[in-house]
């Protein structure tokens, strides 16, 4: 891992694990992209991309198409007509940034760089910075814009980055859209002559519409274990826009970050914006060589340090039997329940508030109800933590109801504009988290209700889009940052929350997986996955979100839930793939269904510490078979999962194929050391060369069928 350039060659080298990354400055002393893909020995290789870089561009596009045209960041420059990362408005109205070469800093452990252009009349500054990981084929990429003049500057549009990739090769794109319970849906298209863009501008999520997070590989060759795939991933969790773009010159480029529509922002003299960052990474084995960087890079890395290599509880919520009816004797009923099952976390979800008996008034208002709790909700923490149990809370700070005392002593704080009417969502208004009064105001409630409840868990809830970006009162250039200010106030809570907290764990949900992005994902120990737990629906949810995102995060509806209609081994099984919670009505069950919960708990106790620690391959996916097969391989390859699922088959006699495993130790021995539906399974020993060149013949032949199988290295035994 290192980080090089060459003044002999004007060229910048980026050597990564497997991976090389490679640009220069041209002879119009313009930065150019010249290499992304396997590994290179050095500058040297890169001689055939450079014969062009000392041609001058004359004039016209003819000589444009001769010189290497490919600019590191777009912004403007003569017969570039791809889509422009950075636009500026300068104060005597030109647009559009023409931007050389000045200089270039390289740390001292030559992880990350940082590269200075300028523009060639006005006083423009824009650093280009790239970071690289050790042992990762990942580059983390951003931009940081500058006004050192005395006079203002617009900008129209300012991107993270602009990507290149081979000419006159087709590309596939995979990306994932959704809605509300079915986030996550892997959608995939090959690239034509012109602009496909993955966007979202529902103004504070960043889905589950679309998702910013593609993929692309070459001639669409790419599976799960083989195969060039190049990823981008934007860490932004409002609105962004990723274009994808084929010229009819062959040239293929992605340029991504928040989104322009409706946004501007005013860069006053020495100002500084910098954007979101954005991950880039490329495996040329597929798709699962894919999802083991970035697991690498969550556990590693971005994850809180907190949740990164620790367990994550098993929870309970109140919602389940509950909803909003809750008060003292009912939570203290159910936490003792929670606790006989083995639970460690117990939430209290919405309904503690003043007047909160539906969802139509008491939003706001973030403190406990005295009818209900007339005590507070300190013994109930206490109560819980007597049972040996972490205590958390559900918060929707984001919003209110206008029929709350919050709304009616701060009408002003809601985003509105002067000449509409305001609409409601769920009956909720959004509050203005761009203005300070309102920022701060959150801050101590946050502040209040973790010290004040001892809160060991914070559950923050978001339930709707916004339709208004309306600001009375205040200058033009505030309402046009607007839907920028709202994410970074969120962020800054979020930061807020983990540096005062360090021990707090904390659940991002937004009305199920609307902001499971890598924004959000250094603040989050659990990312709500979706609302929806119907076990086939989870199967398709969890495939999208494990593409992205490490298990040991996918939270949300309670993953044993009352499917009765499905078999319990089957809604268990699926259970253990993420951070469990028990999905069920405590209070209703009958003393056999109480004993699975209380066994299922126990096993997964045993076994979380392989799966929450692991890669996951999908090797056969619910999407495209009648079969789901995920291996779960613990990070040192000393022990694996194997789980599979049957949800769609039509013929009474089929046999699933024989499934063979990838990720092992070669040379090694495993043993099967637990099959709970199959006992005659354990005690046999396979070589790692067996099990993936042969397989193994899963007993998937009706539907509802599944199956969990581990194995471990037999030294470890």
Not at 5 to 22: C, E, N, V
Not at 142 to 164: R, T
Not at 195 to 224: C, Y
Request: proline share 4%; glycine share 6%.
């Amino acid at each position: 891992m290192e980080i090089i350039y060459s003044p002999q060659h004007h060229t910048f080298l980026i050597q990564m694990k497997s991976t090389t990354y490679a640009f220069a400055v041209n002879a119009d002393k313009r930065l150019v992209h010249l290499y992304w893909g396997k590994k290179l020995n050095g500058i040297n290789d890169l001689t055939p991309l450079c014969d062009n870089l000392n041609m001058k561009m004359t004039e016209g596009s003819l000589s444009r198409s001769l010189t290497n045209d490919r600019y590191e960041y777009h912004a403007g420059e003569f017969y570039s007509y791809e889509e422009q990362a950075l636009d500026v408005r300068f104060a005597d109205g030109v647009n559009g940034a023409q931007l050389v070469f000045r200089d270039y800093e390289i740390s001292k452990d030559k992880s990350w760089l940082t590269v200075v252009l300028q523009d060639e009349y006005y006083p423009l500054i824009v650093t280009l910075h790239y970071q690289i990981y050790e042992n990762l084929d990942l580059i983390v990429r951003h931009a940081a814009i500058h006004n050192e003049g005395d006079a203002p500057m617009i900008l129209e549009k300012v991107q993270s980055a602009s990507f290149h990739f081979q000419r006159e090769v087709s590309y596939r794109l995979t990306h994932y859209a959704g809605s509300w319970g079915a986030e996550y849906q892997r959608k995939q298209q090959f690239l034509d002559v012109c602009r496909t863009v993955i966007q979202n501008n529902h103004g504070n999520t960043s889905g589950p519409h679309a998702v910013p997070f593609v993929m692309l590989d070459p001639w669409g060759k790419a599976d799960e274990l083989s195969g060039e795939v190049y990823l981008l991933s934007l860490h932004w969790s409002g609105n962004f826009k990723i274009t994808c773009e084929r010229s009819s010159f062959g040239e293929v480029t992605v340029t991504a970050g928040i989104h322009d529509d409706g946004m501007r922002m005013t860069l006053q003299p020495g100002g500084c914006y910098e954007t979101p960052k954005i991950t880039a990474g490329y495996s040329c084995w597929g798709f699962g060589g894919i999802r083991e960087q970035l697991y690498d890079y969550q556990l590693d890395y971005i994850l809180p340090r907190r949740c990164a290599h620790n367990p994550f509880p098993v929870l309970y919520n109140s919602w389940y039997p509950y909803e909003f009816l809750i008060d003292e004797e009912k939570i203290a009923g159910l936490i003792d329940r929670a606790a006989d099952i083995g639970v460690e976390l117990f939430v209290v979800d919405d309904g503690w508030m003043p007047g909160r008996s539906n969802d139509r008034k008491g939003l706001g208002d973030w403190y406990a109800c005295k009818e209900c709790f007339p005590n507070g909700l300190k013994p109930l923490a206490d109560r819980a933590h007597e049972k040996g149990m972490k205590f958390g809370l559900w918060i929707e700070p984001e919003m209110v109801n206008p029929d709350s005392d919050l709304y009616r002593e701060h009408p002003d704080w809601v985003l509105q504009s002067p000449t509409r009417n305001q609409l409601l969502t769920r009956n909720q208004l959004a509050l203005n988290l761009a203005r300070e009064d309102v920022l701060q105001y959150l801050l101590d409630i946050l502040d209040r209700i973790i010290t004040e409840y001892e809160l060991d868990y914070l559950k923050w809830d978001m339930n709707r889009y916004l339709s208004d970006f309306g600001w009375k009162d205040v200058a033009q250039k505030q309402r046009d940052r607007l839907p920028v200010t709202l994410i970074e106030n969120v962020y800054c809570i979020w930061q807020h929350m983990n540096e005062k907290y360090p021990e707090l764990l904390l659940e991002n949900c937004a009305h199920g997986g609307a902001r499971a992005d890598y924004g959000m994902l250094k603040f989050a120990d659990r990312m709500n996955r979706s609302d929806n737990a119907f076990p086939l629906d989870v199967m398709l949810l969890h495939e999208g979100f494990t593409d992205m995102i490490v298990p040991k995060c996918a939270g949300g509806a309670g993953t044993l839930n009352g499917a009765r209609e499905i078999p319990y081994a089957f809604r268990e099984n699926l259970g253990f793939t993420g951070s469990l919670s028990i999905g069920a009505n405590l209070l209703t069950c009958t003393e056999e269904e109480l004993k699975q919960y209380r066994e299922s708990i126990e096993q997964f106790k045993e076994e979380r510490a392989d799966l929450q620690d692991a890669y996951v391959y999908h090797l056969l996916s619910a999407r495209e078979t009648p079969y789901a097969v995920w291996q779960y391989v613990r990070r040192d390859r000393k022990a694996f999962t194997l789980f599979g699922f049957c949800h769609g088959r039509h013929y009474p006699n089929s046999m699933i194929r024989r499934v063979q495993m990838t990720g092992l130790l070669p040379g090694e021995l495993y043993e099967c050391v637990s099959d709970e539906q199959f006992p005659e399974e354990v005690g046999k020993i396979y070589s790692a060369e067996s099990l993936m060149q042969i397989g193994v013949q899963l007993p998937l032949n009706k539907n509802f069928a599944s199956v969990r199988r581990r194995f471990r290295l037999v030294e470890e035994i």
